[in-house]
């Protein structure tokens, strides 16, 4: 009896600690993680080669956040100056802001990015951006406002979907445990 005993506590033990790890393992692990992000310039008809973002600058995975990225310095005043961005190792990409036009005084002020992912991948990227005209050709945008929005694809949530399963799991070993012990301390 005391050996059944011993191996019953060992095997719920075991039980208990391996729904754990699984149940830990259910949870999104990438929350917070900084994605990747690169930007590239163009002046008139020249363009930059991509470089990355600084990682303040930068998304975290399902956080709404805002970052103020810095432009360019002393842009002329007759030329057009844009900005592209990419994401997920250039795997979505933005076409061409126009960060300043010196003929008109078109200027960008912000941009927000909309993130729609799945479990803990981005499947699809849109922006708004928002301009404004300056009154003087001599005043040049210095920063750039950037809004970072996350939106799940599906509205499911399969983390509480598998936690109750390993739960719902648990408790029906742990009963079947006790209804196979049970004649064990009841005997007739």
Known sequence: MQKFNQ???????????LF?????????????????????????????????????ERP??????QAILATL????KDSLYKISFSFDNRRFETPWFIIYDGQTGKTLTSIEFNFEYEFEEITKITWKEE????NSTLEQPETLLVFY????????????GLSFFF?????????SILVSIWPFFFKK
């Not at 790890?21 to 990438?30: G, L, N, V």
């Not at 301009?131 to 300056?134: A, E, H, K, S, V």
């Open 167 to 175: 739960i719902g799991g648990f408790f029906l070993v742990l009963i």
């Open 7 to 17: 191996q019953n506590n060992f095997f719920i033990g075991f039980s208990i600690i």
């Open 60 to 65: 975290r995975f399902n956080q709404n956040t």
């Open 131 to 134: 301009y404004t005209r300056l």
């Open 73 to 76: 310095r002393n842009m002329k």
């Open 20 to 56: 754990f790890i699984i149940d830990s393992q259910c949870k999104p692990s990438t929350e917070g993680r900084i994605k990747q992000m690169m930007k590239r310039y163009q002046i008139n008809d020249k363009r930059t080669f991509w470089e990355d973002v600084s990682g303040r």
């Open 149 to 160: 929005n996350w939106i799940p694809a599906s509205q499911i949530d399969f983390q509480f």
